[in-house]
Each structure stands twice: as C-alpha cells, then as structure tokens.
C-alpha cells in the first residue's frame, strides 16, 4: 500500500468514526453536535460515557495547537455536565513526548485504545457458524435491551446506563441493522451495522464474557453485514477494534489502518 492510500484509509477512518457518533449522540433530544475549529462535539447529552466524545478532527500544527484544542474539548465536555472522551487519532497528535506533556498537563488522561480497521471483503469462516445460535434483528425492547445490555456488561458499566440510552426507542431506525445472538433464549452476542457516507460502519460489537471463543460474535457480525449489504449494495465496512474484538476481525479479512486513543478527564 502506497503512503497516499494509507493517508487516505486514515483520513476515512477518523471521518467515519466523527460520522457514526454525530448520528448516535444526534439522536437524543439534548445533543449538541458541532463541527469546530480543530475538533467535532459529539454530545448526546445523557450519562452514558461512549455517546459522548470530542473527536480530533485533523493533525495538530504542534503542541500549542493541540493545547488549544484541548482545552476547547475539555470547556465542552465540562459545559454537558456528563461524562465524556476526548478522541485522538494517535499520529495526528504530533510529536509523541509533546502529546504527553500537554494531555496529562491538562488532565486528560488515556482510558481506551482502538484500532481503525476496514475491508472490502470478508474472509470465509475459519469454522462452521455455530448451529445453536438463533439471531434475531433489533426490532422491540426485548432486543434492544439485549444489545444494550451485552456492551454495558462487555466494558463494565450499570445496566441502566444503556437502557437509558441506547435501548431507548427513538433511537433505532431502519438504517440500523441491529442484529442479537440468542443460545437457548439468552442473548449472548449482538452487534449493529449502519451505512455512512458510502460504507458500512460497524459498531456495538459485544458477546458477554461467559460466551466468548465460541464463534457467536463472528456468526452474528456476519449476518447484520449481510443483511445491510444487500440492503444498501455497500460492501466496504470500517470499525474500531479494541484489543479483545482485533483477532476476531483479523480473522474476518479486516487490516488494521490506525491507532486511536481516548482519554477522560481526571
């Protein structure tokens, strides 16, 4: 891969992250979503921390300018009163040793680590999907709280962090293919596929740790993919990995493009 395509899948991968989350905060009755100088808010304006972030939204100049960006990050997220990140993709924040002086000089300290990954093929599955697992596509409460339910256990948040947010009804619509997986009637695996901006964004990713390594999470990725492909006749798809989710979408055909960090203010 040349270093102008590699520049190209790193620019894709922070507009598609600054795209999915403008639509998730967007979709509460508090949000605040605007496009600044050097940053994008992304507000949703509830309690739950993951849709509410600050996205860096182009390489920093030098340390003043990432100074000054953060500082204008952290005046927003103080200003929503709930909890929020700041998110970064690492190489657009200049020089490693300045970064860190001026993040923690001012607070923010990093939380979580992603990768940004893309394809525009699946591999096939390295083993039979498992048989057992019936998917059901997020239509009702039932579903919707299963999904929500699973990320909350998956990064250790209250249950009712995400009943009150992303379980809630408006804030699901066609363009979410939303997809749980069940094993005798209990949700052990979820993820949610949506188009943006002429891709497939894949998100909400989660399978309660009680069931992990068993293929759920690969059978039910694969089955929201396919119903939003030929839904939408996309079939490049982008996400953002954490550490558990990379071999599993390596596995699928996924490359890695980029590092991200997201910090929290101390």
């Known amino acids: 891969m040349s270093q102008h395509e590699r520049n190209d899948e790193i620019v894709e991968s922070v507009d598609q992250m600054i795209r999915i989350w403008s639509i998730f905060a967007g979709k509460f009755p508090d949000a605040k979503v605007e ?45 929503s009163g709930a909890p929020w990140l700041f998110s970064a993709c690492d190489p657009w924040l200049g020089d490693p040793k300045d970064a860190e002086e001026v993040l923690s000089g001012l607070g923010l300290t990093r ?57 809630r009804d408006f804030y699901w619509d066609d363009d979410f293919y939303g997809h749980v997986g069940f094993v005798n009637g209990e949700p052990v695996s979820c993820t949610l596929t949506s188009p943006v901006d002429g891709r497939l964004y894949v998100a909400w990713v989660a399978t309660h740790p009680e069931h992990r390594r068993k293929g759920y999470g690969d059978a039910v990725m694969r089955r929201s993919l396919a119903e939003a492909q030929a839904a939408t006749g996309l079939h490049r798809t982008v996400l953002h990995a954490t550490d558990m989710g990379y071999p599993v979408y390596e596995a699928m055909g996924y490359h890695s493009v980029v590092g991200f960090s997201w910090f929290a203010l101390a």
């Open 111 to 167: 939380q979580l680590g992603t990768k940004g990954m893309v394809t525009d093929v699946l591999l096939p599955p390295q083993r039979p999907l498992p048989a057992e697992l019936e998917i059901r596509r997020v239509r009702d409460q039932e579903t919707r709280n299963a999904l929500s339910d699973l990320n909350m256990i998956s990064y250790g948040m209250p249950i009712e962090l995400g009943r009150e947010a992303i379980a």
């Open 35 to 79: 496009a600044l100088p050097g940053i994008t808010v992304t507000l949703s304006g509830t309690p739950m921390t993951f849709v509410n972030l600050i996205h860096l939204s182009s390489p920093v100049r030098d340390r003043d300018d990432l100074a000054k960006r953060c500082r204008m990050a952290i005046e927003y997220g103080k200003a």
